[in-house]
């Protein structure tokens, strides 16, 4: 494995890591964030709705409740589904977390099936199964973190007709605004704006009070 290859693959874990990571002291688990989605889409408040059920689905993936109520909100605030490739699907079988730590173990396993073979030429058969083993198991991680990469720079809108601004500063007409609820790309931050890009690639500068991240910043 080559330096390059090695410092990817220690990306894509720590990405799934961070998925994954407790920013609440009080808890943070899908049950939790669903109901509070829940609570949030009763009081009218698609955004939150949004965010929540986004963060919720992170830690208990392809949930059939949690993805209902996500398509519900987004289609009552008129806001495009999400609608998820086969590869996102697959790739999301289970909890970052988990396939994070099969991703190491797998690393472990390719590792010790390399020594072995220095050190001791005989038993080809079971090196090669756990040689094959340990690669499986790379390549679930390596499926799950680049399915997940993307979300680690997406945010939800917030508030109502956010303003897209040409700079990050709070004066002059704004380029264009949009709807509360809708997922941005987050490409950089400035002081107390983040530069976005849409799904239809108009790009601009809102507000943090505008906007949240889908994985928790602490």
């Known amino acids: 494995m080559t330096a390059?290859?090695?410092?990817?693959?220690?990306?894509?874990?720590?990405?799934?890591v961070q998925v994954?990571?407790?920013?609440?002291?009080?808890?943070?688990?899908a049950a939790e964030l669903y109901n509070l989605g829940n609570s949030y889409a009763r009081m009218g408040k698609p955004g939150m709705a949004i965010l929540n059920y986004e963060r919720a689905s992170l830690l208990s993936a392809n949930d059939p409740d949690i993805e209902a109520n996500l398509q519900y909100v987004r289609t009552s605030a008129h806001l495009p589904g999400e609608m998820r490739g086969t590869f996102d699907r697959i790739a999301r079988i289970a909890s970052p977390l988990l396939l994070s730590w099969i991703g190491v173990f797998g690393l472990g396993v390719v590792g010790?099936?390399?020594?072995a073979a220095q050190l001791s030429p005989r038993h080809?058969?079971?090196?090669?199964?756990?040689?094959?083993?340990?690669?499986?198991m790379?390549?679930?991680?390596?499926?799950?973190?680049?399915?997940?990469?993307?979300?680690?720079?997406?945010?939800?809108?917030i508030t109502a007709a956010t303003p897209v601004r040409v700079s990050p500063v709070p004066?002059?007409?704004p380029l264009f605004?949009?709807?509360?609820?809708?997922t941005v790309k987050i490409s950089a931050e400035h002081e107390s704006f983040a530069?976005?890009?849409?799904?239809?690639?108009?790009?601009?500068?809102?507000?943090d009070s505008n906007l949240a991240p889908i994985v928790p910043r602490k």
């Open 177 to 182: 605004t949009l709807p509360e609820g809708e």
């Open 112 to 115: 010790a099936s390399m020594i």
């Open 138 to 157: 790379l390549g679930l991680t390596i499926c799950n973190g680049l399915a997940l990469w993307p979300i680690l720079h997406e945010g939800v809108v």
């Open 195 to 207: 530069l976005i890009e849409t799904r239809a690639g108009r790009t601009g500068w809102v507000a």
């Open 171 to 173: 004066m002059g007409d």
């Open 4 to 16: 390059r290859a090695a410092s990817l693959l220690l990306c894509l874990l720590i990405g799934a």
């Open 20 to 29: 994954h990571a407790d920013p609440a002291p009080g808890g943070y688990s």
């Open 124 to 136: 080809r058969l079971w090196r090669g199964g756990a040689m094959l083993l340990g690669l499986s």
